[in-house]
């Protein structure tokens, strides 16, 4: 990061109390993790609901941290110090307003997206067709949240003509709290499904948090939004800004095209890309698409930029190991995501096809039909085996007991049942590996 601020200034920004004996000094950068503090680093003690950094002041102080920023209630400034200090009301808000005051002092455009589904690999589509055009900077990692995306606005340089910002949410009011630092140029929609739904509750309250991003967009902003979707296509009469659609359905302003290759329809004409996405990978290449055009980039940076685009690791990635081709998925994993993913296995010509599948979590008072939903799906996709894991998909798998046109191996954890995956591997075939992140189904791969 690149700040360039005085002590003084720094402190006035984040509202903070200043006890330096040199206000006048410049900061350029700061690290919040204590490990990577070096002598003359600054050091921003964050605290949480669960941890607190103050905790590692007395080790970064020896560490020769030229300045700490914490939270004030219930801390005392070591005596005898002669590092500086900003003490804040709090940490995790002082951090934010730092980082809406770098975006809304930076000169380049921002992107922002969000939605249920999608969003990483549209994030990695729109970098992609950006860097063709100018330096861009986007979320470090998978930091959508309301820590990590200060962080990563935080990393805007003077060079960067644009930045793409990965927005997530888990509770209703997320996205205004991520939006209204990021102020985007261009918001994006991808869909509206279950997830989180033990925070949400319906798909309703997901609709209302997607959509608070519209109420932050910066002067003259467009919005972006999937008009396949059934709730998102409501925005066609219920925003009154400035807005692009795209999907498959006709008379979008971007109308994807049912054609082998990535063909869409934006005002009469028709453009083609000679490659070869999924369906779902469809929606978010025109997602990334539409919101180019509307950050005024040009159909040459967008051919470039989606033909040069690396899929993300665990999203539908492709292995080949011991003769099995390997579909992992494991990243995360919620109802849309799952049926899409089985459907994906179903089209395959190898054989056996195989799911390898672990609860779909935060499903709420709904995840019981959501995981028995799972077995209509690996029947309607013909797979010939299936390998199911925790308390969840046990829905699953009682719902399956009594079809023959399907194996089941059903045991509590994964490595219950892994010598016999192994077995049923033994002769190549497909094989899906689907759950959300916390059950840590890539390492099953590891162990084939």
């Known amino acids: 990061m690149e700040l ?29 993790d204590s490990r990577q503090v070096t002598p003359g680093e600054a050091f921003w003690a964050l605290k949480g609901k669960n941890y607190d950094a103050r905790q590692f002041i007395p ?6 941290a030229r300045l700490i920023i914490a939270q004030e209630e219930g801390f005392t400034v070591p005596a005898n110090t002669k590092s500086s200090f900003i003490l804040v009301q709090d940490s995790l808000l002082a951090l934010q307003a730092l980082a809406k005051y770098h975006r809304l002092n930076s000169p380049l455009k921002v ?17 992609s067709i950006c860097q063709t055009a100018g330096e861009t900077v986007a979320n470090l990692g998978n930091l959508n949240n309301q820590f990590g995306v200060p962080l990563s606005l935080l990393q805007i340089k003077p060079d960067h003509k644009f930045g793409v910002f990965e927005l997530g949410a888990s509770h209703p ?3 205004t709290e ?13 869909n509206v499904s279950a997830a989180h739904l033990e925070f949400f509750h319906d798909l309703q309250t997901v609709y209302q948090t997607k959509t608070e991003i519209t109420r932050h967009l910066n002067f003259g902003g467009t919005l972006v939004y999937n008009a396949d979707d059934a709730y998102l296509s409501r925005l066609k009469t219920e925003f009154k800004g400035k807005s692009l659609s795209f999907g498959f359905t006709p008379g979008t302003d971007l109308q994807v095209l049912e054609t082998p290759d990535f063909s869409f329809i934006y005002k009469g004409e028709t453009y083609s890309l000679p490659i ?6 469809k929606l978010n290449a025109a997602a990334a698409t539409a919101a180019a055009i509307a950050l005024g980039l040009y159909m040459e940076n967008i051919q470039k930029g989606l033909l040069h685009f690396t899929p993300m690791p665990m999203r539908l990635e492709r292995v080949v190991k011991k003769n099995v081709h390997f579909i992992l998925d494991c990243y995360n994993a919620n109802p849309a995501s799952m049926k899409n993913a089985l459907e994906i296995l179903g089209r395959e010509n190898a054989s056996p096809r195989i799911a390898v599948l672990g609860d779909m979590k935060e499903l709420g008072s709904s995840s019981a039909e959501y995981h028995r939903q799972v077995a209509q799906q690996l029947l309607a996709n013909h797979v ?3 390998f199911l894991a925790g308390p969840e998909m046990r829905h699953a798998y009682e719902a399956l007991q009594k079809n023959t046109n399907i194996k089941v191996i059903y045991a509590p954890e994964a490595k219950q049942w892994i010598p016999e995956l192994k077995k049923a591997l033994s002769n190549g075939g497909c094989c899906l590996v689907k759950a959300s992140r916390s059950m840590n189904f890539e390492n099953i791969v590891k162990e084939i």
């Open 59 to 64: 080790q970064v102080l020896k560490q020769g």
């Open 111 to 127: 992107a922002a997206i969000t939605g249920s589904n999608g969003k990483s690999t549209t994030k990695q589509m729109l970098l």
């Open 173 to 175: 009011g997320d996205i």
């Open 384 to 386: 010939e085996t299936a």
């Open 276 to 281: 070869q996405l999924e369906r779902h990978n």
């Open 4 to 32: 360039n601020l005085t002590l003084r200034k720094m402190s006035g920004i984040i509202q903070g109390k200043l006890i330096s004996a040199t206000p006048e000094d410049k900061i350029t950068s700061f690290v919040t």
């Open 178 to 190: 991520t939006a209204q630092l990021a102020v985007p140029d261009v918001a994006i929609l991808t």
